[in-house]
């Protein structure tokens, strides 16, 4: 077992592969890309997570060479790669739509860019054989990309991206196409192949489960710009903008009006008639400051009696419930109208369910369950 | 099936009347023992045989020939730049124009083609022959060429090609290595076309041809206004059998082509 932990991006000496330094992309007087800064260490599976129209794909085509930054640089190992054309890049990029060349043979798809480097031919060969094996694509070497179904064509254009060892490996929305449980399947499939060939991964993806399960780090834009880069936990745990935490997963959003009480440690009065909120923050807001207080449905307790140590309780009743299977989220109705939802495990059969429309429940949640963010 | 109903039947009748009845005719009529094309003599084969033997049809024969192929060649080379360019280039500075400009050709009168060819060429004194009626050729053609090169390539998945460059090749090996094969029957009809334009063509040649080269048509032509012989209608008659054989052939070959795909496509969803 490796026991140091990959980090990389906590290290001050670690060298990036890839260093964003301010790039702006504008595509007529759309601004794509809103000077950008951003660094990617080697084998990391970095992850650039957006809505439609983020940006994130033009950052990909920008780093497979198909667009150039309007002003700023990108640099690859430490060199200038602008000027660079796509095909004298050691970047390979996995397309959305697979783009399999319809004419030639999975087998020939696959060395169609060792072919053009003049790879000699039992290396070829042995190479092609290899990207097969690793991809479980043995015996459909002969066929045609349409004589293959789905799941297989996402695996040869996977095999084929990787075939030329880049240093770089884009991946465009890579598992768009398939179900969902083939997707998650490959999901994994993925990040064993990432780890077994050490290549850097980007995936672009707009769905954020997906994102989550497979990245090292998250980088999630909106309109061009980077909102936060960090760890999947990091991301979901301390979200840095009500736009991040609203992004990833399910989550109650608060308005209120924050006052200092202790050194970190802060009450927030959101409502008239409802008990003020208490929540722990590590980024100073002046007293009477606008913030948001962030809580993730799952970290809501909900019970019958007001449990008599929490430090934070409100009153409602239930007012929907989400029969999820697994779970169950509980749409709760506060006397004044705000809807807070809270989730748990279904533990039990649904028949012994403890709470039941219109019961009245007491919502319950620690000092440090939530998020308080400036407005 | 559903059985046609006589107003069908009749509308039906009458059209395919309309289209066939005189070729019919006239290949009936090659096969006419008399000199005297209106008039049925019995069964003969004879007018081939003369045929055969007429010099001057078979070196207009050869002419027309000549010039279809590099006419269409050369057409097809530069129909699908043209066709290329257009779709891809995305917007540039008068796209709009160019693209109309490229289609004008289609709808030009010919008599206009040809006379505006041949002024071109006396001006810069180039000898009517083979090469006029060729460049004549590529230039009315190219436009069709380009116009069927243009839709296949409206659909052509761009990533493709931009996957071929992220794999190593230059732009032009992108074009040559994924480009073409993919879209080498849109080619290959559009060269068929070109083709076909030049072996019928006779107004444009007839501006174009000197007295060195005559084609076919013009041949043809000139023959019937001092009369029709047989020999015409078996000359036609052998004109109409290239024709169909080529047409039933390129239809026969991408019907094969279609039916193996779905066929694979049907294996694919099975192995799933």
Redesign the interface.
């Known amino acids: 077992m490796n026991a140091t932990i990959f980090a990389p991006w906590d290290d001050p000496q670690a060298k990036p592969l890839i260093q964003f330094r301010n790039v702006t992309k504008r595509f007529g007087v759309f601004t794509a890309i809103d000077d950008l800064s951003l660094d990617i260490y080697e084998r990391e599976f970095f992850a650039l997570l957006g809505p439609s129209g983020c940006g994130k794909t033009t950052m990909m085509r920008m780093l497979?060479?198909?667009e150039t930054p309007t002003e700023g640089h990108i640099l690859l190992g430490g060199q200038d790669i602008d000027p660079i054309?796509?095909?004298k890049r050691a970047?390979?990029?996995m397309?959305?739509?697979y783009?399999l060349?319809?004419?030639l043979s999975i087998w020939d798809n696959i060395a169609?860019?060792l072919r053009?480097?003049n790879m000699p031919k039992p290396d070829l060969e042995a190479r092609v054989e290899e990207m097969l094996r690793l991809t479980r694509l043995e015996q459909f070497a002969r066929r045609?990309p349409?004589?293959?179904?789905?799941?297989q064509r996402q695996r040869v254009a996977l095999a084929?991206?990787l075939a030329?060892a880049p240093k770089l490996l884009l991946l465009d929305e890579p598992l768009g196409a398939l179900d969902k449980k083939l997707r998650q399947d490959t999901q994994f499939e993925l990040m064993d192949i990432q780890e077994k060939t050490g290549t850097t991964f980007v995936i672009v993806t707009h769905d954020q489960e997906e994102a989550m399960t497979v990245a090292s780090r998250v980088a999630v834009m909106d309109q061009g710009r980077l909102m936060q880069v960090a760890t999947p936990d990091r991301i979901y745990e301390t979200p840095n903008s009500v736009y991040v935490a609203d992004f990833i997963g399910d989550v109650n959003i608060i308005e209120g009006r924050a006052t200092a009480r202790t050194e970190e440690s802060y009450q927030i009065d959101w409502a008239e008639g409802q008990p003020p909120l208490t929540a722990k923050s590590t980024t100073a807001l002046a007293t009477g400051q606008g913030c948001h207080l962030a809580i993730r449905p799952e970290k809501v307790t909900i019970s019958a009696e007001r449990p008599a140590d929490a430090i934070n309780a409100i009153q409602g009743e239930v007012h929907d419930i989400a029969y999820l299977g697994n779970l169950s989220t509980y749409h709760v109705k506060l006397a004044n109208g705000t809807i807070i939802k809270a989730q748990t495990a279904n533990t039990r059969r649904i028949s012994r369910r403890s709470f039941t429309w219109e019961d009245p429940v007491w919502l319950s949640w620690t000092a440090t369950a939530a998020v308080l963010l400036e407005h | 099936m559903n059985r046609l109903s006589w107003f069908n039947t009749v509308s039906l009748t009458l059209g395919f009347a309309f289209l066939y009845i005189p070729m019919v005719i006239l290949i009936i009529f090659s096969f006419n023992e008399s000199k005297l094309v209106t008039v049925w003599a019995g069964f003969s084969t004879k007018w081939y045989g003369e045929l055969i033997q007429n010099q001057a049809f078979l070196d207009a024969a050869w002419v027309t020939l000549r010039v279809a192929v590099f006419s269409s060649t050369l057409a097809t080379i530069l129909g699908t730049a043209a066709a290329y360019v257009l779709v891809r280039s995305g917007r540039f500075f008068g796209r709009t124009l160019f693209s109309g400009m490229i289609y004008a050709p289609l709808v030009m009168p010919e008599v206009i083609t040809g006379l505006s060819l041949l002024l071109l060429f006396i001006g810069i004194g180039l000898d009517r022959g083979i090469l006029t009626i060729v460049l004549a050729h590529t230039t009315f053609s190219m436009c069709f060429v380009s116009v069927v090169v243009s839709s296949r390539l409206v659909t052509f998945d761009q990533s493709l090609e931009e996957a071929a460059l992220d794999l190593g090749c230059s732009p032009a090996q992108a074009f040559r290595l994924v480009t073409l094969p993919i879209i080498a029957p849109a080619v290959i009809s559009g060269w068929l076309l070109a083709f076909t334009l030049s072996l019928d063509d006779l107004v444009i040649a007839s501006f174009t041809s000197g007295p060195s080269a005559t084609t076919l048509p013009i041949k043809i032509f000139s023959a019937v206004r001092l009369g029709v012989s047989p020999e015409i209608n078996a000359l036609s008659t052998l004109m109409i059998a290239v024709v169909t054989v080529g047409v039933i052939a390129a239809s026969l070959v991408t019907k094969r082509a279609m039916m193996r795909q779905r066929q694979d496509e049907q294996a694919a969803a099975r192995t799933e």
């Open positions: 497979a060479g198909f054309p796509p095909n970047v390979n990029m397309f959305q739509s783009a060349f319809p004419h169609f860019g053009r480097d045609k349409h004589q293959i179904s789905g799941g084929r991206s030329k």
